[in-house]
């Protein structure tokens, strides 16, 4: 499992969502095909995914199946935000087990090349 995995937390729909990268990773086969769902939503400009791009901050799944998403984007102004949540919801909503799937936008903490995954960094040259 990649850093980027590791970051991204689950939780029940008791607890709050904390957007740090020392949360605790998510179990169970649920969180394990939503994380795959949202690899494949690719940043077009970079050809890398929202996931090992680090703009995924927190996956919370209730008991029912719904699945909140916290993200970010690499820019504020990114032109992008609108298709990549259409996409989260389209990817995520086909996996079985899943109710109703809630992206949610977010722009703190800012996103920094720091939260890529080390295969992301390699990709893009950033070290």
Not at 87 to 112: H, I, K, T, Y
């Amino acid at each position: 499992m990649s850093e980027q995995e590791s970051a991204i937390e689950t939780e029940d729909d008791t607890r709050s969502a904390a957007a740090d990268q020392g949360a605790p990773e998510g179990s169970g086969a649920l969180h394990d095909e939503v994380i795959e769902a949202l690899k494949k939503v690719y940043d077009p400009e970079l050809g890398i995914n929202v996931v090992d791009l680090g703009l995924v901050y927190s996956v919370e799944l209730t008991e029912s199946g719904d699945v909140d998403i916290t993200y970010s984007l690499t820019t504020m102004g990114c032109p992008i935000g609108p298709m990549i949540e259409d996409q989260m919801r389209m990817f995520v909503q086909a996996v079985d087990g899943v109710g109703e799937v809630r992206p949610e936008m977010v722009l703190r903490p800012a996103w920094s090349p720091e939260m890529m995954s080390d295969e992301a960094k390699a990709a893009l040259g950033v070290f």
